[in-house]
């Protein structure tokens, strides 16, 4: 159903011969340069919530969603979603397509604003569903200073500094749940030059500190205030060559460049003054199956920064071609490992080589 320019919508009817019947309206409001305001609601009567759940009986289920999104100048936008769902498995359930993308959904509220080389981002993150594990930020703000020249000298900064009231939240109201507020602020200064016409060196040296207030709750820990030093390099270069008629047509590829980029990145951190087991844990490690961000401030867990002597090593496969008359990227292929020269208890000397392959025939 369509209304106007602005207003329009849908009735969803839906009837599962095991299920039973659900029901459900969309709505979608177009607010010109204010935004665009959408809401989704879903009912069902379930007849058999066991037969997915074992030992699940509630048969009323249902959810909410409502988002909003602006672009209220090029450089300031805003958007907020509220997800509300009255079971942990009803995405599972039925709407499968949003479970696998994203499981337990959150709700929030975001602004920024941008300048050339500064962003202000303000975060709202409160928990709707209770039956979810959630790092409520009731606010989070953040001012990150992106990577520019410092006046007419070779040297670059970049900076991220935040301020968040932070509440760790356990599933169904437990109460090992813990909150603290946290200010926290790192910079960064480095010196990129290119030797011999094709060697590119960064040396940097950084500083971080932050400070927690007392916490409260299932984590009892007093008042912190941690430093961080980080220093290392990064040195990489380029190796091409080009068979300008060499041709695939199978994959409408006309001429080949092959670009190699060998890489090491050195990293060293040593033991700040205090250790993640001694903070509380709101933004830490998650456990995964990849090599985790070496460099900060891409490395964004801020409570579980700890000591680090390592060596990164990586090498860049780039195969190019020309497809209708512009340079495209046939295959990207990166390896990389590293060499940890003094290990933590959780670190071995050397990890896995890693290998990550994207192919567009």
Not at 267 to 281: A, G, H, I, R, T
Not at 296 to 323: C, H, M, W
Request: net charge negative; charged share 25%; proline share 6%.
């Amino acid at each position: 159903w369509t209304a106007n320019e602005t207003l329009s919508g849908a009735m969803h009817f839906d009837y599962r011969q095991r299920r039973g019947v659900g029901v459900g309206p969309e709505l979608k409001l177009n607010l010109g340069r204010y935004g665009e305001l959408n809401f989704d609601g879903y009912y069902l009567r379930d007849d058999a919530p066991q037969v997915s759940s074992p030992g699940f009986t509630e048969g009323n289920r249902h959810r909410l969603k409502f988002s909003y999104e602006a672009s209220i100048r090029t450089n300031f936008t805003v958007k907020a979603v509220v997800r509300e769902q009255g079971d942990p498995f009803i995405l599972r359930d039925f709407f499968e397509w949003e479970y696998q993308r994203n499981t337990q959904p959150s709700s929030f509220l975001e602004v920024e604003y941008l300048w050339d080389n500064w962003g202000l981002n303000a975060l709202a993150m409160p928990r709707v569903n209770d039956f979810f594990e959630r790092i409520e930020r009731l606010p989070d703000v953040q001012l990150t200073g992106l990577r520019q020249q410092v006046g007419n000298t070779p040297l670059y900064y970049e900076s991220e500094s935040s301020a968040a009231y932070l509440n760790h939240e356990f599933a169904n109201n437990s109460a090992a749940s813990f909150a603290a507020t946290r200010l926290d602020s790192y910079h960064q200064v480095l010196l990129p030059k290119t030797y011999f016409g094709w060697l590119n060196l960064t040396p940097r040296i950084g500083g971080r500190y932050t400070y927690y207030s007392e916490t409260t709750g299932g984590f009892a820990g007093a008042e912190a205030n941690r430093w961080v030093f980080n220093t290392g390099a990064e040195a990489s270069m380029k190796i091409s060559r080009t068979w300008a008629d060499r041709d695939l047509p199978l994959f409408k590829s006309k001429g080949l460049r092959h670009i190699i980029e060998p890489t090491i990145n050195y990293v060293f951190v040593p033991s700040p003054n205090k250790l993640p087991l001694e903070l509380p844990q709101f933004d830490s490690t998650i456990p995964t199956l990849r090599l985790l961000p070496l460099d900060y401030p891409d490395f964004n867990a801020i409570d579980s920064v700890d000591s680090e002597n390592t060596v990164r090593f990586g090498l860049r496969n780039n195969v190019q071609t020309k497809r209708d008359g512009q340079v495209d990227t046939l295959l990207n292929w990166n390896l990389f490992t590293d060499w940890h020269l003094r290990t933590r208890p959780d670190q071995e000397t050397f990890a896995d080589v890693f290998s990550d392959i994207d192919f567009k025939p």
